[in-house]
């Protein structure tokens, strides 16, 4: 007996070709839905997420593994969001660049500062996931 697969009349696109390291993005986001959400959206959309909670978790993370991107929540407890940045400004500026921040609304007037000044894009709280990959692929 000899098994035939129907040919499919529907063609999926694949991702664009990335690399590994290309395609590694951070989400660095204390919100647990939103974090879970953005991961799997993001490893459906043919990158490869890695997942941070917490400021101690993303400068792990950052130091451990080479990403191309970062999604940043401005507003991490505690200032969190403005030292990550710092980090990676201080320590990675090669992935400078690769920042995307994320916020709801600015609360501190020396992130909203440093955010505007970056140059950065930001995605402002709700946003919708192709604005996101649209962002992520320019």
Known sequence: ????????????????SQSL?????LVV???????????????????RPEEAEDVDSA???????EFRRVLLDVNLPGGGGLRVFQEI???RDDLRKGVIFMTGGFTDDAVESLVERSGLPILWKPFELRELERVLRS
């Open 1 to 16: 007996m000899k098994l035939v697969r129907p040919e499919s009349r529907t063609r999926v696109p694949r991702p664009k």
């Open 29 to 47: 986001e204390d919100h647990v839905h939103l974090r879970l959400i953005l991961g799997r959206s993001l490893g459906r959309m043919g990158f």
């Open 89 to 91: 400004e201080a320590r």
């Open 21 to 25: 390291s290309s395609s590694r993005v």
């Open 59 to 65: 400068l792990r993370l950052l130091r451990d593994v």
